[in-house]
């Protein structure tokens, strides 16, 4: 297996939207409970309030709409909530609802009671646009830490051990973070959204989406033996709103749209699965021979044939390239040697073009469709990686380390011409195309991160560039 996240979409031109999937705690992610308040146990308002506020969850858009009236200042808000134990992530798109006020704050909230007077740290959001870290000294003083981004819409607050650190950003911006450290919360705490409208007369109402609460991989965790669970989500690139549309307590990989846009492709435990977008189940497509899949695989630009890398034909258990019908049949096999694994065809269907393990190195190679003598596209000294052809056949892109760290770069299909086109302090892989060829989206790790690995459970950007 090589990477967990969205491989090429294939819907038509115009319709902007890729499979994304997720590695998150799966028990934390569960359907809409019995409550009717998503993934939250129980909502009320805290401290003294003239008028109860509500909260609201609606299944079919995975929004959560709180209304609430008082003064954070004054621990007066409504809380929508759940008790969680030990470390966590919390995130959310957030924004206010209704008339245009700078009154009215929103974010999230960890504490140890729900009593006005308990120990809390939370991420205030106001509507003004001032956003701050605070908390609750032993002492009983309120201590404010300030973040310099004005009015974010994207929210997260984090707890490891006794640090809390909170994360903001304006959607398509990288986050901006603060910490403190030896907060005075127990092992379990109260932890949820949280709003209101810092007047003690009218409400504020205000509305969450992408909610999710994710418990991170411990220390202790085994890559490919260990999984934390999966969603399978849908992605709306214009507003970055997400739907969660299946979830397993296993390791889902590398959605593939059909053309039609009414499956995709995934592979599950080294089978390959339709999902149906219309009955929401997954089905096993049929491979014959070739049981364990990596997540490698890619239909071609009309959608009728699925190229797949397999390691059950090779006698060191290494990866080899197939082509089959793409609803199923008897693999063909492709490439002679291995490891390789295949990230893209020619939009004419008569070259796969992948990454090869060759002497010691990965490189990029491509090769006819239909077999022959694999042909060499890059030399260079370092990691080659993720190649994929833009859908007019111009040019592939593919990502390397050659320069450093892990960058996205581009070349002609014969290996000539290659220039490289991010230059940052994040890592970045495997490069998508969409579908008219304007944009690429790409997963970008931290530099944290050794270059060349693209690591289990490492918390990752999905960025989009032209």
């Not at 109402?205 to 969603?231: H, Q, W």
């Not at 060829?437 to 490492?458: A, L, N």
Request: charged share 20%; glycine share 8%; proline share 7%.
């Amino acid at each position: 297996m090589r990477h967990l996240f969205t491989k090429r979409s294939r819907l038509p031109v115009g319709i902007v939207c890729f499979a994304i999937v997720l590695t998150i705690q799966f028990q934390l992610q569960a359907q809409p409970n019995e409550t009717g308040l998503g993934i939250f146990e129980n909502h009320t308002g805290v401290g003294e309030q003239r008028l109860p506020g509500t909260a609201q969850y609606d299944p079919e858009q995975q929004r959560y709409t709180l209304e609430g009236l008082g003064n954070i200042a004054g621990d007066q808000f409504h809380y929508l909530y759940r008790e969680l134990e030990g470390d966590f992530i919390l995130r959310a798109r957030a924004q206010f609802s209704g008339e245009t006020s700078t009154e009215g704050t929103l974010g999230w909230m960890i504490r140890s009671e729900l009593a006005p007077s308990s120990s809390r740290a939370f991420t205030a959001v106001s509507a003004d646009g001032t956003t701050t870290l605070q908390y609750r000294t032993s002492s009983g003083k309120t201590e404010k830490v300030e973040l310099p981004v004005a009015g974010p819409n994207v929210i997260q607050l984090e707890r490891n051990g006794n640090t809390v650190t909170v994360s903001v950003a304006r959607f398509g911006e990288e986050f901006t973070t603060a910490q403190i450290n030896n907060i005075a919360l127990p092992s379990k705490v109260y932890a949820g959204l949280f709003a209101n409208s810092d007047n003690p007369e009218v409400a504020r109402k205000a509305r969450f989406r992408n909610v999710r609460i994710v418990k991170p991989a411990p220390e202790t965790l085994v890559p490919y033996e260990d999984y934390l669970g999966s969603n399978l989500e849908i992605l709306e690139v214009e507003t970055g709103h997400r739907n969660i549309i299946y979830q397993i307590d296993e390791s889902l990989q590398a959605p593939n749209w059909t053309p039609e846009g009414n499956k995709l492709i995934y592979n599950h435990n080294g089978l390959l699965y339709h999902f149906n977008l219309e009955t929401n189940r997954p089905e096993i497509l049929d491979t014959d021979f070739a049981i364990n899949n990596n997540n490698d695989h890619v239909l071609t630009f009309d959608g009728t044939i699925l190229g797949i890398s397999d390691h059950t034909e090779h006698p060191d258990g290494e990866s080899l390239i197939y082509r089959m019908p793409a609803d199923g049949g008897i693999p063909q096999r492709v490439t002679e040697h291995g490891p390789s694994y295949l990230h893209g065809w020619s939009p004419d269907n008569r070259f796969m073009v992948y990454t090869a393990r060759r002497d010691g190195e990965y490189d990029i190679y491509k090769i006819p469709a239909k077999g022959g003598e694999e042909i060499r596209l890059t030399t260079a000294p370092g990691l080659d990686d993720g190649p994929e052809y833009t859908p007019d056949g111009q040019y592939i892109y593919f990502n390397s380390t050659r320069s450093g760290s892990m960058e996205i770069w581009r070349m002609k299909p014969d290996g000539s011409g290659q220039e490289q086109l991010t230059n940052d302090r994040l890592n970045n892989w495997f490069p998508h195309i969409s579908p008219d060829g304007k944009q690429v989206v790409f997963i970008s790790y931290p530099e944290t991160v050794d270059p060349s690995d693209h690591p289990f459970y490492k918390r990752v950007y999905l960025r989009l560039m032209p």
